[in-house]
């Protein structure tokens, strides 16, 4: 399913205050998660969940990630990991500290 920008109009507002810029790229796609939680830990329902992944950014570094309409982190240093995991469509779960100290070289 192709992902229209107006369906993700308000994220991408919210990401240029963020970011301070008006001046912004975005990739957003459908990732599934193994669980209604969409990788932000808690307790949810065990049913396989497709929730859009949004990717923000400028032209001075940092980026913005969004999933489920929800913020996940901001992105202070996106190190080559990052890039590639965002190419595969697959980045981590807001509650997995550990994959994301690997994603972030802050």
């Known amino acids: 399913m192709f992902i ?11 990401a240029r205050k963020q970011l301070g810029s008006d001046d912004i ?3 957003a796609w459908h990732q599934t998660w193994g669980n209604t939680c969409c990788g932000f830990g808690g307790v949810g329902g065990q049913a396989m969940t497709r929730a859009t992944t949004v990717v923000v950014w400028d032209d001075r ?10 913020l996940v982190r901001i992105v202070k240093k996106p190190t080559r990991k990052f ?14 500290r550990a994959a994301w100290r690997e994603l972030d070289d802050t």
């Open 25 to 27: 790229e975005y990739a």
């Open 4 to 14: 229209q920008t107006e369906d993700i109009a308000p994220i991408l507002e919210d």
């Open 61 to 70: 570094g940092p980026c913005v990630v969004y999933c489920a309409n929800r």
């Open 83 to 96: 890039w590639q995991r965002v190419h595969e469509w697959n980045l981590p779960g807001a509650a997995d």
